[in-house]
């Protein structure tokens, strides 16, 4: 079993920034990547940003040289900086891991951006 708790949400500025950090719990060893989601209205859910065990991260092209995904793990989080905002980034943005069993997600953080 595997826990995952968001936080970091909020309103901000298109050319903002902030930083999503997700605290993960529970059987740490069995997880082979994380990663950051994100869903807004009326559209499928995406992936983000995810970073594997060895390290590796992957963007999606829209947010590719605005966003880093991070681990720190003395402190067991995945963080996720979001700099220069747009109001497309506006979501609901999850965070998840990767057991190779199952999939497990946070509850959510919201991220608004006003143009």
């Known amino acids: 079993q595997v826990q995952l708790v968001e936080s970091g949400g909020g309103l901000v500025q298109a050319g903002g920034s902030l930083r999503l950090s997700c605290a993960v719990s529970g059987n740490l060893f069995s997880i082979n990547a994380m990663g950051w989601y994100r869903q807004a209205p009326g559209k499928q859910r995406e992936l983000v940003a995810s970073?594997?065990?060895?390290?590796?991260?992957n963007y999606v092209d829209s947010v590719k040289g605005r966003f880093t995904i991070s681990r720190a793990n003395a402190k067991n989080t995945v963080n996720l900086q979001m700099n220069s905002l747009k109001p497309e980034d506006t979501a609901v943005y999850y965070c998840?891991?990767?057991?190779?069993?199952?999939?497990?997600w946070g509850q959510g953080t919201q991220v608004t951006v006003s143009s």
């Open positions: 998840a891991a990767n057991t190779g069993g199952r999939d497990y």
């Open positions: 970073i594997t065990s060895s390290g590796r991260t």
